[in-house]
Each structure stands twice: as structure tokens, then as C-alpha cells.
């Protein structure tokens, strides 16, 4: 109940944030309009980190510029990116409509090694999935079963399926993870099931160029930029485990070019310094995101490996 209850409490939240009205911003609309010659009836800017621009009885007929180039000089102006407008007319004028858009893609490659083969059929414990949503966030998650085989399989893409559903739907990720571990914790009379685990997952907004990477039990991220590269780890316990979740939130901003790499504890082997996945990311990166995912496998493997092996790359550009 306290979990249902917090996602509605976030959901208000956000709807009320999504039509907050910004009377500075409007009043730099109307500055530029006016020196670009163009009469209009009034304007409405609303929204917070997505802004929707509406322009009522908009008259272009004695502007300097054309309805064209007004949408570049809307950018200059707010410090945002926008997408085409809509027009309806409205008699002799038209109510224009222009909101934000994305600032950044990001593409996602990955490469898995199952330590467990039955029946001639190989078994992967671990779980990737990797989606936007229609609030403008990209999501990356890698969950880890734990143990191998069906059983690790089985809990790693039922995780999987539960937070895409939940993020997808707009929930917020400590809430959906909390959720989660609230179902994986549960009792059965005395008895607690053996059911746990690791939850990597990233959230990265396309407009604003922030990361949150939200760590429950799993590996070290690591974040190749340009010919540096940076680790962000955390120590904290698998889902299933405890009654409350134990989350760690790392936040950095994005720059495009950045290659973010997810790995799952069959590539680290639970060590805390891997000298060869370091030195592989800064001496020997694959600029081809899925033939570096293979690389890191390949290499994992030949180290002696014998847990699920994974590696995920985020590639990061700017639209």
C-alpha cells in the first residue's frame, strides 16, 4: 500500500509539473515577437524540463522573418531545442503550438555468455532490456539472477519485465524498485523464498543530458570518455534480501561521445579492480558498440569466468 500510494503521490506530481505555467518565459516570447514584427493575441509557455510554447492569433503577414525561421529564433531565445510546430487556423490568424524535443539519442548494444547449457539450449541468467518512454527518459537495465540456470533466468527477466512495465507507465525508479523488492521479499508464513536479484539500472534524460544510475547489488559501471575512463560503484545487496530496498543513486551529466558500460558479476568476477577491463576500455575501445560488448565477453571468458557473463554499451550523441 505504501508503495501504490507513493506512485500515485509522484504521478500528481509530475502532472502538475508537466502544466506549470512560465511567465518569464512567456515574457520572452512576447519580447521576441514584438521585435520580429509579428501580432499575435497572446502567449502561454508551460512546463518544466518539457516546454510547450503556444502562440494564439499569430499574424506573420508583416514579420521579418517567415513562420519558418521563427522556430530556430524561439530556441536562441528560451535555450531550448524545439520540434515543428502545429498550426490551426483560426479565421484569418493561426494558434501555433511548438514543444521541446529530444537533446540526445542514445543506442544500446550488449553481448551475454551463459554459464549454464541444458539440453544442448544455453541458459543466461542474466537480463537486459533497454527502452525510451514517452516522458523523454532512456532506460537501461541489467539484472542479474542469482545462481545460474532456469531458476536465475526466470527471476532476472521477471525483474526485467516488472520495471519496464513501471517505467514505461512514467513511475519514478526508486518507487518501481521498491515495488519490485517488496514482491521479491515476500514472506510465506515463516518462510522466506529464495528469490533475489541484482538490479543495475540507468536513467537518462534526452532533454537534459542527466544520468542516474540506480545500483542494488550489481558491478561497477564504467563510463568511457574520450581517452579517460571513470568507475562509479557502489556497495549495497541484491533485491529479494531485505525488507527495504538497498539502493544507491549515482548522478552525473552527460556529454556526447560518452559510452556507458553496464557489467554483470560474471565479468568482474567480484573484484574490486579489474586492470584488464580498464585498460581494454582505455587502450583498446571498439568504436562499434556490439563488437566491444563481444570483446569484454570474450575476454571475461578466456579470465576463467564460469558465473553468466555480460556486458552492455550505451553510446551516447547529441541530435
Known amino acids: 500500500y505504501d508503495g501504490i500510494s507513493k506512485i500515485l503521490e509522484e504521478a500528481l506530481a509530475g502532472g502538475r509539473a508537466d502544466y506549470i505555467i512560465d511567465e518569464g518565459s512567456a515574457e520572452t516570447v512576447e519580447t521576441l515577437l514584438k521585435k520580429l514584427r509579428y501580432s ?7 512546463g518544466g524540463r518539457r516546454k510547450t510554447v503556444v502562440i494564439k492569433g499569430l499574424d506573420a503577414s508583416r514579420a521579418k522573418i517567415g513562420v519558418s525561421d521563427l522556430r530556430v ?15 490551426v487556423p483560426v479565421g484569418s490568424r493561426f494558434d501555433v503550438t511548438v514543444s521541446t524535443r529530444r537533446k540526445y539519442t542514445a543506442k544500446q ?32 537495465l541489467l539484472s542479474d539472477g542469482m545462481g545460474t540456470g532456469k531458476e536465475a533466468a526466470l527471476t532476472s527477466r521477471i525483474a526485467g519485465m516488472f520495471l519496464e512495465k513501471m517505467l514505461s507507465a512514467g513511475n519514478r525508479p526508486e518507487t518501481s524498485v521498491r515495488l519490485l523488492n517488496s514482491f521479491m521479499s515476500e514472506r510465506d508464513g515463516s518462510a522466506r523464498h529464495e528469490c533475489s536479484v541484482t538490479a543495475d539500472l540507468l536513467e537518462f534524460d534526452l532533454i537534459t543530458g542527466q544520468f542516474s544510475i540506480f545500483k542494488s547489488g550489481a558491478s561497477p559501471t564504467y563510463i568511457k570518455r574520450g581517452n579517460n575512463c571513470f568507475k562509479l560503484r557502489s556497495n549495497t545487496l541484491p533485491l529479494g534480501i531485505l525488507d527495504k530496498p538497498d539502493i544507491e543513486r549515482i548522478r552525473f551529466d552527460a556529454q556526447p561521445g560518452d559510452r556507458i558500460v553496464m557489467v ?18 582505455i587502450n583498446d575501445f571498439d568504436a562499434d558498440g556490439q563488437k566491444m560488448a563481444k570483446k ?19 553510446e551516447i550523441e547529441e541530435n
Open 73 to 87: 529564433r524561439l530556441e536562441e531565445s528560451l535555450g531550448i531545442l524545439l520540434g515543428d510546430p502545429v498550426f
Open 264 to 281: 554483470s558479476d560474471g565479468v568482474t568476477q567480484n573484484r574490486e579492480e579489474l586492470a584488464w577491463l580498464q585498460s581494454m576500455l
Open 109 to 140: 548494444y550488449s553481448s551475454s555468455v551463459a554459464a549454464t547449457e541444458i539440453k544442448g539450449k544455453s541458459i543466461c541468467g542474466d537480463n537486459v532490456c533497454g527502452f525510451c518512454t514517452h516522458r523523454d527518459y532512456y532506460y537501461s
Open 296 to 314: 569484454i565477453t570474450d575476454r571475461a571468458k578466456a579470465e576463467g569466468s564460469e558465473d553468466d557473463i555480460t556486458a552492455v554499451i550505451i
Open 40 to 46: 499575435h493575441s497572446g502567449v502561454i509557455v508551460y
